[in-house]
Structures are given as structure tokens and as C-alpha cells.
């Protein structure tokens, strides 16, 4: 068996994958992510003309062409940078690609005859939240701008923090949202439904289920008190605002909003527009007459 | 004993007497394709009471398991269950004996498709099959299009309209296409999967 790396490599330029959700339909998460880690002094490079992972349909219905397409991904990142993935979806399609590339012969074989490319068992391929777990122990606090003192928040993860047993010994995230966020002085809520699968496709097929699922985290979150929920998925994102048949939704916040916010990125009110929620009542109410500086 | 607190919408006995095997051996295949093994499955139930989607199964995703240690595949790969699982991967970060049960799954499910077996759930395969679609054209997946084809192919005009002119309106929806440019490894790719 490979030998887990614990230690990140510490580096201030990663190559960068986004997803097809990043890239079109939730873009605001795309531009604030890029935007704090800017801030904090780490450079994304998007890695050139990369395709989709294969997303949650391929898996189902080719376990090859799964591989193969999360492998043309690797086959484009630089040697010797490590690859950043913002998505939980992708980045499981593209570490499971690689560790059975790595494991079996005729794929590495099937690599290099697609790819034109030997295979590198030895890329470094790490979740947005590794790159934050760093960020959070050393030097984030002092770089807060904008506190988001008052803010009650419920941290959603969905089902990332659940692995495959291929990748059951890899570091797990829990808590990590909660004491980031509690570094700005917002107050996040112990709450049952974080991580409840938001339903991803079956939103699509099968409606109905989905929404009693989205409302039950919806009202999980305000009997416990919550503001507003944050996810660190896009998906998650775009199904617990789509799905939500209450009268009064709770506002669904990107991570990433919150973490570029805070650390002094002026422009949330060009990201909260493409909330189908609107957050901008509660940012009123909450942060912004705390601050003179036009948010 | 686990307390059943979903809908008992699951068969808690499952009638073996009408059932033939028709494919044996498929423990042994799904070992093959996916490196699972299922007979590792102790049927603690784990996977069952942590699965967010049992409302929507036939049979608990153990049960399932269990259809194919008696080798009663055929009835395992006309459940609804098969199609149902997302692969949230909630059960198999809970299981045991550390059985990649999402994994398991994906081979069922190309086994229906494979021996041509009636798909329970149609509608989730279409849905599969326009994503592939979309990967096929742009290299990305192209939300609007995959929309508008789900609803031409199923036929249901007009449920979600309003959500998806809400998402019109505030951008979620792209017009134009992202796209990869230099096809030529893809279409290598795609080129065995057609």
C-alpha cells in the first residue's frame, strides 16, 4: 500500500482544477476562493483545457472511462506542483483514478497510450480543505479584516467527510469549517444534519425526495439557531438553494464568501446576485453597520 | 437490534422461491470489476441505517448484498436500490468490514445495463447518459443543455420551471458552453466508450 503523506508540501503557487460546477454555475465560489487565497498570498494557476472528472454519472455507468477521464486531468498538471482541487466530487474521482492507475498495470498502460505521458504515482493532489487546515493553525488570524462578530453559522459538509475505504486513512476535515470561521468571531451552532447528503443528482430525477431531505436541513439549522448555513461544495450549494420549498430559507453561504469576506475582499454583493437565497438582508443586519468601510 | 425509524417502504423478507439464478458466479464478477469483496458482508446493517435515500429503495443496500451471496443477481440488478445509491459513500465510511459498497454498486449497475436487464429506474440512467453526452460534445458538463434534454427525453415539460428560471435570472444557468479546446486525448478516450 502507498504510504500516506501527512505533511503538505508548503508552496505558494499550486496548479488548480475547479470543476464544471465551479466554472459555470456556481462562479461565485470559483472568484472568491481564487480571490482569498490571493489574499493570503497563494497563487492558483488553472490547470490548462482540463475536462470534467466524470462527475457522479460516469462512475455509475463506465468505471473506465471514469478513470481515464479523471487521468487526462493528471496528465495535464505540471511536474513537481502540486494539483488543488476545490471540489469534494472531483477530488475523489481524481485521487481514486490515480491510486488505480498507480495499482494496475494494463491502466497504466491504457495512461500512457491515451495520454502520451508516463504516469506520476508521486503527484501531490490536495482538497482546498488541506490547503485551509495549513492556513488556519498558522497566520489566518492575523490577517482578518472584516470580523464577522454576531454571525451564527451552521457548517454543512455534506458527504465529504465520507470516504471510500481506498481513501478511509487520508485526513479528514471535521470540525475544520467550524474553527476557521470561529477565527472571525462567527459563532457556528452544534446542529444534526452536517453531514447529511444534500441528494446531488437525484435532485434532478427525483425532486420530491430531495426536497423533504433539504428542507429537513434547512429546519435543522434554525431550530439550532443558525444565521445561515456555509457548505463547501458546490452542488451542495446549488440543492440546498434549489430544493428548499419553506416559506423562509435560511441563507446558503459559499466558505469561500466567508473566508474572502473576512480576510477584506470588497466585492460579495457581485457574488450574493447569483444567490438564488439572498444573503444581503442578513449581511445588513449582521456585519455591515458594524463597518464604515463599504463592504 | 437497529431501531427502523424510515418508512418501511423495503421488503423485510425477501420471497427466494421464484427467483433462478441466472448469472452465477457473481460475487466472484463484482471482485473482479471493482476489487470488492461483498462476502466480507457481516449484514450488521450499518450501511442501512446511515443511507440518507432508503425511502427511495427497494431493498436496503445490505440486502442487496445479500441477493448476490445467494447468487440472486438478476433480482439484485432490477432493483431500485442499485440506482438509487449516489455513491455519498455515507455507508461505506461506516462499514466494519470496510466494503466499498458504492463501488459495488457501479458494477451492478453495469451489469444491468450489460445483460440488458429492465432498468427500475430509467429516469436516473438517462440522466447518466446525458451527462456522458454533454462530456462528449464539450469535455465539461453544459447544466442548461443536460436540462433541457432530461426534460425533452422524460417528457415532463413542465415541473421546475420556475426554479429554472429562477436560476436564469441569477446566472446559474450558462448559455454558451465551457469547453475543452485540444481534443485529441479525449476523443482517444471517449473513442472506446462509445
Known amino acids: 500500500m502507498k504510504n500516506i503523506d501527512m505533511t503538505m508540501t508548503t508552496t505558494s503557487k499550486y496548479s488548480y482544477f475547479p470543476g464544471c460546477s465551479l466554472a459555470t454555475t456556481a462562479k461565485e465560489n470559483n472568484a472568491s476562493l481564487i480571490g482569498f487565497f490571493k489574499r493570503m498570498g497563494i ?111 451552521a457548517a454543512y ?23 476557521i470561521l470561529e477565527q472571525t468571531g462567527a459563532q457556528s451552532v452544534q446542529w444534526s444534519n452536517a453531514s447529511r447528503c444534500c441528494g446531488t443528482f437525484l435532485s434532478v430525477v427525483h425532486p420530491e425526495l430531495v426536497t423533504t431531505m433539504v428542507n429537513d436541513i434547512h429546519l435543522a439549522a434554525s431550530a439550532a439557531g443558525a444565521d445561515c448555513i456555509v457548505t463547501a461544495c458546490a452542488m451542495c450549494h446549488l440543492n ?19 473566508l474572502a469576506l473576512s480576510v477584506g475582499d470588497p466585492k460579495p454583493d457581485k457574488w450574493f446576485s447569483r444567490h438564488l437565497i439572498d444573503p444581503l438582508p442578513l449581511f445588513r443586519s449582521k456585519i455591515m453597520k458594524k463597518d464604515t468601510r463599504k463592504v | 437490534m437497529i431501531p427502523n425509524t424510515k418508512p418501511n417502504t423495503y421488503r423485510e423478507v425477501i420471497d ?53 451471496q445467494f447468487d440472486l443477481i438478476e433480482e439484485a440488478l432490477q432493483s431500485k436500490t442499485i440506482w438509487t445509491c449516489v455513491a455519498c459513500n455515507t455507508c461505506s465510511a461506516q462499514c466494519p468490514m470496510a466494503i466499498d459498497i458504492p463501488a459495488a454498486m457501479d458494477t451492478l449497475r453495469q451489469l444491468a445495463i450489460q445483460h440488458n436487464i429492465p432498468i427500475a ?66 476523443n482517444n478516450i471517449l473513442s472506446a466508450h462509445r
Open chain 1, 43 to 153: 497563487e492558483l494557476d488553472e490547470l490548462p483545457d482540463w475536462n470534467c472528472c466524470g462527475s457522479s454519472s460516469i462512475h455509475c455507468i463506465d468505471t473506465n472511462l471514469s478513470i481515464m477521464l479523471a487521468a487526462r486531468n493528471l496528465a495535464l498538471a505540471p511536474a513537481g506542483m502540486p494539483l488543488l482541487v476545490a471540489c469534494p466530487n472531483c477530488l475523489l474521482r481524481l485521487k481514486t483514478a490515480q491510486l488505480k492507475i498507480a495499482e494496475d498495470k494494463e491502466l497504466r498502460a491504457q495512461y500512457e497510450q491515451n495520454l502520451g505521458r508516463p504516469f506520476d504515482p508521486d503527484l501531490k493532489i490536495y482538497h482546498v480543505f488541506d490547503l485551509l487546515d495549513q492556513i488556519g493553525r498558522n497566520g489566518f488570524a492575523n490577517r482578518i479584516i472584516k470580523r464577522l462578530d454576531g454571525l451564527r453559522v
Open chain 2, 121 to 186: 429506474e430509467p429516469n436516473i440512467l438517462a440522466f447518466h447518459q446525458l451527462i456522458k453526452g454533454s462530456i462528449e460534445r464539450y469535455g465539461r458538463t453544459h447544466k442548461a443543455e443536460i436540462m433541457l434534454r432530461y426534460k425533452l427525453k422524460t417528457r415532463d415539460y413542465f415541473s421546475d420551471m420556475l426554479t429554472g428560471l429562477r436560476m436564469f435570472v441569477n446566472h446559474k444557468l450558462e448559455v454558451i458552453p465551457s469547453r475543452v479546446n485540444d481534443r485529441t486525448a479525449l
Open chain 1, 240 to 258: 440546498l438553494e434549489v430544493r428548499c420549498a419553506l416559506p423562509s430559507p435560511v441563507p446558503i453561504l459559499h466558505f469561500s464568501e466567508l
Open chain 1, 157 to 179: 459538509y455534506g458527504c465529504m467527510l465520507s470516504r471510500p475505504p481506498a481513501l478511509r486513512h487520508e485526513k479528514r476535515h471535521n470540525l475544520l469549517m467550524e474553527n
Open chain 2, 16 to 68: 427466494c422461491a421464484d427467483i433462478k439464478p441466472t448469472i452465477p458466479g457473481a460475487a466472484e464478477a463484482i471482485l473482479k470489476h471493482s476489487g470488492v469483496n461483498i462476502n466480507l458482508c457481516l449484514h450488521c446493517r450499518c450501511c442501512a441505517g446511515g443511507c440518507p435515500f432508503t425511502a427511495a429503495m427497494d431493498y436496503l443496500p445490505n440486502q442487496v448484498i445479500r441477493l448476490i
